[in-house]
C-alpha cells in the first residue's frame, strides 16, 4: 500500500519560505491525486493543493494561490509543496494525502484521501 512520510516543516518569519517534502513509496495504480491540506487545534482541516498525477491538473486553496505550489517528483518517489510568502495564518500542521483517481478527475476533499502522512509543523512568526 501507499506510503507517505513528510518532512521540512519549521519556524520560518514571515515573509519566508519553505518546502515541505512528501516521500511516497508503494504506487501501485497508473495515476493518483495527490494533495496537502492544514489544520490548526479547534478548526477543520483545510485543503491547500491538490495534482492528479496522471494529466498534472492542479487546484490551490484561494488562501495560498499565488503564493504556494505543489509538484512532484518524475519518479513518484516524492510530492513537494513550495511555500512562499508565508503569512503567520499559515501556522499549522500539514499533511500530504493521496488516492488512486483518473484523469481529468482531481478531487479536494479530506475525505477522499484514503492515504495520509503523519503531519509536519509548520510555524510563521511576525
Known amino acids: 500500500q501507499v506510503q507517505l512520510v513528510e518532512s521540512g516543516g519549521g519556524s520560518v518569519q514571515a515573509g519566508g519560505s519553505l518546502r515541505l517534502s512528501c516521500a511516497a513509496s508503494?504506487?501501485?495504480?497508473?495515476?493518483?491525486?495527490v494533495a496537502w491540506f492544514r489544520q490548526v487545534p479547534g478548526q477543520e482541516r483545510e485543503g491547500v493543493a491538490a495534482?492528479?498525477?496522471?494529466?498534472?491538473?492542479?487546484y490551490y486553496a484561494d488562501s495560498v494561490k499565488g503564493r504556494f505550489t505543489i509538484s512532484q517528483e518524475s519518479a513518484r518517489t516524492a510530492i513537494y509543496l513550495r511555500m512562499n510568502n508565508l503569512k503567520p495564518e499559515d501556522t499549522a500542521i500539514y499533511y500530504c494525502?493521496?488516492?488512486?483517481?483518473?484523469?481529468?478527475?482531481?478531487?479536494?476533499?479530506?475525505?477522499?484521501?484514503?492515504?495520509w502522512g503523519q503531519g509536519t509543523q509548520v510555524t510563521v512568526s511576525s
Open positions: 494525502a493521496a488516492t488512486a483517481c483518473s484523469a481529468g478527475v482531481l478531487w479536494r476533499s479530506a475525505f477522499r484521501y484514503n492515504y
Open positions: 508503494g504506487w501501485d495504480y497508473r495515476s493518483y491525486c
Open positions: 495534482m492528479n498525477t496522471g494529466d498534472g491538473r492542479t
